[in-house]
């Protein structure tokens, strides 16, 4: 439902999100560089000798053929000669048959080289990219390019190119031996060649286009089912079936309109093709029919010239389909390519400014003058010269309008969002350096929207499999969400399904604070994390959040492994340095400062009663008209 702008009933075309783009003319020879160089070299050389030695084989055995009919009219039949042609005979067509089925076997297996390794560096790519390009392209291309463009990838691509260089081997032979048997068919056969890469010609460019454009009509319906599929209940109870139904017939008319297009150019060149066979077919047998009326050719050759000036005939066409099909198809490894070489995260940090080893240790936090601006938002930046500390172990309420950056605040700390200007220093670092990792498993969020997915309820809390029972259970009463686990999930092994479909909000939002109570971080940051709780449960969570709780806590904490291989800092604070993102005033009380943002800046910080007793004081305006 992300861009639907119900109340004008049109669908919106944000220039916040992108719209999926069309490559224009040829595709360029690096994709099919970037395509060819899945593959080894030697692998590459054997897909060549597999495809000569299929055409040789084949090659062989009509020549023996010949052979054996002109020595049957020279020297008549003898029983030792009839089983001597016929055992070499047999012979080759086993070898034909055996170098036919391990060159198939051996096409498949690069076919299956080829799709698993353009899929996973796909996959590592999107899994890698920043937030910024997820925000800027809608789900519907991103699956399109998983879908669709993949399985092209999968099965077609490859085969193609397979196919087309065994078929380029058997024109050449074929046309080598007719010309070389009967000189005069070159007549013929020259300008047909002609005529079928003119036709060739004027077939791959519309395809190729017109596969680029069946492509990028397919992710407009895409996203639209899936906005539909998951906004159902909003489209029903708004009325407007009749507007998706619709919609999504109108993006279903575009995605076919170019698919008919694409059929009639194939029509058409078949006919053309079929039409230049009929010539060739004409010329070899009348050439070749005549050189063995009158003896100047052995009758088997002028048999085997017009067999292969038929498989001509078949086989251009299907030849020229490959060569096409090949283009269209690289269309897809183009928008695979596109989608694999993501300038990712800075994953690893600068290895030059890396953090010491059991870095961050005590949790401080400071913002200097960062400066946020969405990549592809026009208007106003969503932080502006955002200046405050915090000490280990310090409370932080933050404050302020929608839309004011508390959330954007959160993401810089997490650095899911990169400031445009300023740095954010933990523990006396850059955040902006240390590999992301590290910085990540060091923090903890609660995020504004609860986020679970399918798995078993142990799975959802203890996402890396390294905290004991007792410490789940530990945060799960902390968070006041033991209940939901015992008597709604049937325990820690209980199933949860979709992304939580059988929780409410409230109890998804208790289930991600049990998640960050268990990881034991250095900072903490809750945004609006207890706003879909009732206010008796938000109250507990919060006394759950603050420093006297931790003591009262009936386990003992347990830490994860002393060291991790990468090497995260293994002593947990007992104290954590919390940010508390908070509409309702009473959960950010306790806080030691509290953060005023008012559209991306910050507009007054202070400790609660500092500016309580401070005169046109907006938290203390708030807390005012709170009470009443
Ligand atoms: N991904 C994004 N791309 C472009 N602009 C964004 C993006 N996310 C947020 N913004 C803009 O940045 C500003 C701050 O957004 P932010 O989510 O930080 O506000 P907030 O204070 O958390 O609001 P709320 O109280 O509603 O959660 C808003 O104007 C918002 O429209
Ligand atoms: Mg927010």
Redesign the pocket.
């Known amino acids: 439902m992300e861009r639907i702008a119900i109340s004008k009933g049109v669908f919106d075309t944000s220039s916040?999100f992108k719209v999926e783009t069309k490559k224009e003319g040829n595709v360029k020879m690096a994709v099919y560089g970037y395509f060819i160089g899945q593959i080894h070299l030697m692998l590459r050389l054997l897909v060549l000798i597999m495809s000569c030695l299929t055409v040789v084989c084949n090659f062989l055995l009509r020549l023996w053929l010949t052979r054996w009919v002109n020595a049957q009219q020279l020297l008549g039949s003898s029983t030792a000669e009839f089983s001597f042609y016929a055992s070499v005979y047999c012979a080759l067509a086993v070898a034909n048959t055996v170098v036919d089925s391990a060159t198939d076997i051996f096409f498949r297996m690069v076919q299956y080289l080829i799709g698993t390794r353009l899929h996973r560096k796909l996959i590592q790519s999107l899994f890698r990219a920043p937030?910024?390009f997820f925000?800027l392209h809608p789900t519907g291309i991103i699956l399109n390019r998983l879908s669709s463009d993949t399985s092209t990838a999968d099965l077609g691509t490859t085969l193609s190119v397979a196919n087309f260089i065994t078929d380029a081997v058997q024109m050449v032979g074929s046309l080598l031996f007719i010309s070389g048997s009967c000189l005069p068919t070159l007549v013929f056969l020259l300008p047909a060649c002609v005529g079928y890469a003119a036709a060739q010609l004027l077939y791959v460019a519309p395809s190729r286009d017109l596969d680029r454009l069946m492509s990028k009509a397919r992710s407009p319906t895409v996203s639209i089912f899936k906005e539909a599929m998951s906004g159902a209940p909003f489209i029903r109870a708004a009325g407007l079936q009749q507007m998706f139904e619709n919609e999504c017939g109108h993006r279903t008319i575009n995605e076919l309109r170019p698919l008919y297009m694409f059929l009639f150019i194939q029509e058409t060149s078949a006919i053309i093709m079929d039409t230049l066979g009929v010539v060739v077919l004409f010329a070899v047998t009348f050439f070749t029919g005549r050189g063995a009326i009158k003896g100047s050719l052995p009758a088997g050759v002028a048999a085997i010239s017009i067999t292969y000036a038929q498989q001509i005939c078949m086989k251009m066409m299907w030849f020229v389909r490959q060569a096409t099909s090949i283009e269209v198809n690289m269309v897809g490894i183009e928008r695979l390519r596109e989608f694999s070489e993501l300038t990712p995260e800075l994953w690893e940090g600068v290895v030059e400014q890396a953090p010491p080893p059991r870095w961050p240790q005590a949790g401080t936090v400071r913002f200097e003058n960062v400066t946020v601006h969405?990549?592809?938002?026009t208007?106003?930046p969503?932080?502006k010269n955002v200046t405050f500390a915090l000490e280990s172990g310090q409370h932080l309420g933050i404050i302020?309008?929608?839309?004011?950056?508390?959330?954007?605040?959160a993401?810089v700390l997490f650095r899911i969002v990169m400031p445009t200007a300023g740095r954010v220093l933990l523990d006396g670092v850059d955040t902006a350096y240390p590999p992301l990792t590290r910085l990540r498993r060091s923090m903890a969020m609660v995020a504004?929207d609860p986020t679970l997915f399918e798995g078993t309820v142990r799975e959802n809390l203890d996402l890396l499999g390294c905290f004991s029972d007792v410490a789940i259970w530990d945060a799960l009463r902390r968070a006041h969400a033991h209940n939901i686990v015992t008597e709604r999930l049937r325990g820690l092994e209980g199933a949860i399904t979709g992304s939580g479909d059988q929780l409410s909000v409230g109890e998804k939002q208790l289930l991600c604070i049990a998640r960050a109570f268990l990881c034991k971080a250095q900072v903490v940051v809750f945004?609006?994390a207890s706003s879909s709780v009732d206010a008796h449960i938000g109250k507990l969570i919060h006394q759950s959040i603050s420093r006297n709780n931790d003591a009262n806590s009936s386990t003992t904490p347990v830490t994860r492994a002393s060291s991790t291989s990468d090497g995260i800092s293994s002593s947990f604070l007992d104290h954590p340095t919390v940010l508390i993102?908070a509409?309702r005033l009473s959960s950010i009380n306790a806080c030691d400062t509290i953060l005023v943002?008012d559209s991306?800046q910050v507009r007054e910080t202070g400790s609660p009663q500092a500016l309580l007793q401070s005169s046109g004081s907006v938290f203390a305006n708030m807390m005012a008209a709170n009470a009443l």
């Open positions: 916040t937030m910024d925000n969405y990549k592809g938002a208007g106003e969503a932080l302020g309008r929608t839309g004011s950056g508390k959330s954007t605040l993401k504004q945004d609006e993102i509409h943002l991306g």
